[in-house]
């Protein structure tokens, strides 16, 4: 069956600008986990859904950073203003329920902010 | 900073060798899982050991748990130079993951 999927799959903005990134989930997944990788480190937790709500959303940065998942499946993660520092390759995953279960990981949106 | 730290940072064998990897953590754990990282693709899900197990296999990787020592090891035996990855162990505690920042393995023909 399909894996996760990540759009898009490069995006380049400028500072300031306003981002959305699109995670498609295996279907059934009932838990959605967003990460962010910078070069040469591990995935930093962002924020996890289970189901329609945030379950966790305390390794967001600030509040420039929001995401939803309104249905249940999809979800958009959200960057305003975009700064420099936001440069990274953002990671979607998803598991069948949140907690003891193996994450299925999609290909990232590297994103780069000029 | 992460929960997870794997060590070494760098780890460089020949083929057929074994590899062993090891990760220490600082906070009670439901789970502790090991990811694999190509170069510039998407982490692949390799093993879960649960909090209550201390010693997993599948195929050439074998697992083990200490929480006692709240410390895991990875041992890939008769590496092949497809085992050339980053290796990473995630933390899991209330379905939040925390990831180290990985062990390079390059595995030599």
């Known amino acids: 069956g399909a894996g996760v999927s990540q759009t898009p799959s490069n995006k380049v903005t400028e500072k300031g600008k306003y981002v959305e990134l699109r995670c498609d989930p295996i279907?059934?997944?009932?838990?959605l986990y967003w990460y962010r990788q910078s070069l040469g480190q591990g995935p930093e937790f962002l924020i996890y859904f289970q189901g329609t709500g945030a379950a966790d959303d305390s390794g967001l940065p600030n509040d420039r950073f929001f995401a939803v998942r309104p249905e249940g499946s999809v979800s958009t993660l959200k960057i305003q203003r975009t700064e420099r520092g936001d440069s990274a390759v953002y990671l979607c995953?998803?598991?069948?329920?949140?907690?003891?279960?193996?994450?299925?990981f999609g290909p990232g949106t590297r994103l780069t902010v000029t | 900073s992460q929960q997870g730290e794997e060590d070494p940072q760098a780890l460089s064998i020949q083929e057929g060798e074994n590899a062993t990897m090891n990760c220490s953590y600082k906070t009670s754990i439901n789970n502790l899982q090991w990811y694999r990282q190509n170069s510039g693709r998407g982490l692949v899900h390799l093993i879960l050991i649960r909090s209550n197990e201390r010693e997993k296999h599948s195929g050439r990787l074998r697992v083990t748990l200490d929480t006692s020592k709240k410390s895991s090891s990875l041992l890939i035996t008769a590496s092949r130079a497809a085992d050339t990855a980053s290796y990473f162990c995630?933390?899991?505690?209330?379905?939040?993951?925390?990831f180290g920042d990985g062990t390079t393995l390059t595995v030599k023909p």
């Open positions: 995630a933390t899991v505690n209330a379905g939040k993951s925390t």
């Open positions: 279907s059934g997944h009932t838990a």
């Open positions: 995953a998803s598991s069948l329920q949140q907690g003891g279960y193996e994450q299925y």
